[in-house]
């Protein structure tokens, strides 16, 4: 912390909407943003619960600004901001809590996020459904709170037990434990217990019904409704998509062997077969030995042919490939968002998908 | 959209639809031991299977075995 010249005070600029920094309701959402000197309405308490808790603060200065304005206008509300919260020189920022209001949340996040990447700290608080906490859990300490503003004291004391390890620039290694949402990071450290006590220890809580928790907590999958079956292939566009890390000689997009940030798209027109000379594996979780001799191992495309011309189906000039190998379910998503998009926009009405 | 696919744990776990069974993980669609006939007839069957998974009606999540 700097605390020249303040009197050894920690200084405080808080961010709220039009609600909290008594403008109005939503019929002043739009309200564009403004800053009062010291704090307002739920900042009073913050300042009285810090002192409490013996860290001399100072709400400088409250932020204010209209949910809807925020939202609508994030990028000039932003660039505008940041440089006036800066210019407080603040210690910490707090934004909220926001509880389940979405837009809100949203503004928290934002204002959190790039006030983090520029090394102030910033936290905030929301309700877990809150759109919030899914868009900014990975850069920002988000205190989990109630869904209204009934948990208001709750939430206030967490931030400004959180808050007050940040001013002290304690690392805050398991958000969790501070009753924040888990930020999604992995550390490796020396745990004094080996795994595999630590596993025995687990499994003897769950059989004797004792609550524990796991170590690596699984990803969660979306689950989508099977599509109808298509009635006749004949005449329709077929298109192959593959994991198997199937690319043309050489690599030319440089995807990755493992943790793949990127997938390609390459040309099939005029190409009857793949094959050593043509095409090879780019994916580092397997042994290529296989696929490069004959690529068509992994990614189909002589039976393919074949096959189109008996069926009267139509081959799509462009196949999709990336490697399935320690990829991010993030990443992955954002591969199979594109690549849908465009074989839909591409009139592709069904999609073979290999993997190794 | 049929899912070719090696380990079809990962393939129910990630929400695949409708799961075809494939031969190894190093050669999803093909098996260096046949003679290369043979290998291709392979492939066909499994893009068949494939295609069939396609055209059949399903409720939830159904592997083609």
Same mark, same amino acid.
């Given at each position: ?356 | ?8 744990? +990962?393939?129910?776990?990630? #929400?695949?639809? =409708?799961?075809? @069974? %494939?031969?190894? +993980?190093?050669?999803?669609? #093909?098996?260096? =031991?046949?003679? @290369? %006939? ?13 295609? %069939? ?13």
């Amino acid at each position: 912390m700097s605390d020249a010249s303040r009197n050894g005070k920690y200084r405080i600029v808080h961010y709220v909407n039009q609600f909290f920094g008594g403008v109005g309701g939503e019929e002043k959402a739009d309200c564009e943003p403004f800053t009062k000197q010291g704090p307002q309405g739920p900042g009073r308490l913050l300042e009285k619960r810090f002192r409490e808790g013996n860290a001399d603060v100072e709400i400088v200065a409250t932020v204010v600004c209209g949910d809807s304005y925020f939202v609508e206008h994030q990028e000039d509300v932003l660039r505008d901001l940041i440089p006036l919260i800066r210019g407080y020189d603040p210690d910490l920022v707090v934004a909220g809590p926001a509880f389940n209001a979405g837009r809100y949340g949203m503004a928290c996040g934002g204002i959190c996020s790039s006030l983090q990447s520029l090394g102030i700290p910033a936290i905030t608080a929301m309700f877990k459904e809150n759109p919030g906490v899914d868009q900014y859990r990975k850069t920002v300490l988000i205190v989990e709170t109630a869904n209204n503003v009934t948990g208001m004291e709750e939430a206030v004391r967490k931030m400004v037990r959180l808050g007050i390890k940040r001013l002290r620039g304690e690392e805050i290694e398991f958000p969790k434990a501070e009753g924040c949402f888990e930020q999604g990071i992995r550390k490796n450290y020396f745990h004094a217990e080996p795994a595999s006590g630590r596993a025995i220890a687990m499994l003897l809580r769950k059989i004797t019904g004792d609550p524990f928790e796991t170590e690596y907590p699984i990803p969660f999958f979306d689950r989508v409704d099977p599509r109808p079956a298509i009635a006749d292939l004949k005449g329709i566009t077929i298109a192959l998509v593959t994991s198997g890390g199937i690319v043309p000689t050489g690599n030319p997009d440089h995807i990755e062997s493992s943790s793949a940030s990127k997938y390609g798209k390459y040309s099939l027109d005029g190409l009857e077969t793949l094959d050593a000379r043509t095409h090879q594996s780019a994916h580092g979780g397997y042994d290529n030995t296989y696929a490069n001799e004959d690529p068509n191992r992994v990614l189909p495309i002589d039976e393919m042919r074949v096959l189109e011309k008996e069926l009267g189906f139509k081959r799509h000039p462009w196949y999709y490939a990336t490697v399935g190998n320690g990829t991010s379910v993030d990443n992955a998503r954002k591969f199979a968002k594109e690549i849908a998009v465009e074989l839909i926009r591409d009139g592709v009405q069904a999609v073979i998908l290999t993997s190794t | 959209m049929a899912h070719i696919c090696s380990i079809i744990t +990962i393939s129910q776990t990630v #929400g695949a639809n =409708r799961i075809v @069974p %494939a031969v190894a +993980i190093p050669h999803p669609l #093909g098996n260096p =031991r046949l003679p @290369p %006939a043979e290998e291709k007839e392979l492939r066909r069957n499994l893009l068949k299977k494939a295609l %069939a998974a396609l055209q059949t009606p399903i409720e939830g999540q159904t592997v083609f075995s």
